[in-house]
């Protein structure tokens, strides 16, 4: 029997969850763009997947994992701000949302924090929000 990954179902759930909200499509420039990795030549808004850990949490016989993430959103040159609104629509998106994940049930999903910095050298601002997640096997 082959097993998904759950932190690539997770992945999936998030995408679907965020791809449908209009707003959020709005400030990143007509679409959701979050990504795996910077997209070569790409200008900001867009968010990228950060670290990520995941955990067996296996309990009375449930398969289950916790999963620490982070989602990473790169700021407009000079705006702080184009991060923060992208940043916090994403977040009360996702707090505490049911999440319909293939071959995986969603037990819990909660924003854990969120912050900004601009880096000194090159100017570049972002915001970065960290979770975590309970998954469970479907079966």
Known sequence: MTRSSPL?????GLLARL????????LMGGRLRLYDEPPRGA???YALFGPSETRDD?????????????????AKP???RSALEVAELIAASL?????SLSGHALVLL????????????????RATLSFEAVTESAA
Do not use: C, M
Request: no cysteine.
């Open 58 to 74: 296996s309990v009375d016989g449930a398969r289950r994992h916790r999963h620490a993430f982070a989602l990473i959103v790169l």
């Open 43 to 45: 200008a900001p808004v």
């Open 78 to 80: 000079g705006s702080v």
């Open 95 to 99: 707090d505490e949302a049911d999440l």
């Open 110 to 125: 909660r924003l854990r924090g969120l912050a900004s910095l601009r880096d000194e050298r090159t100017g570049e601002a």
């Open 8 to 12: 690539l179902a997770l992945r999936a």
């Open 19 to 26: 791809g449908g909200d209009a707003r959020l499509a709005a």
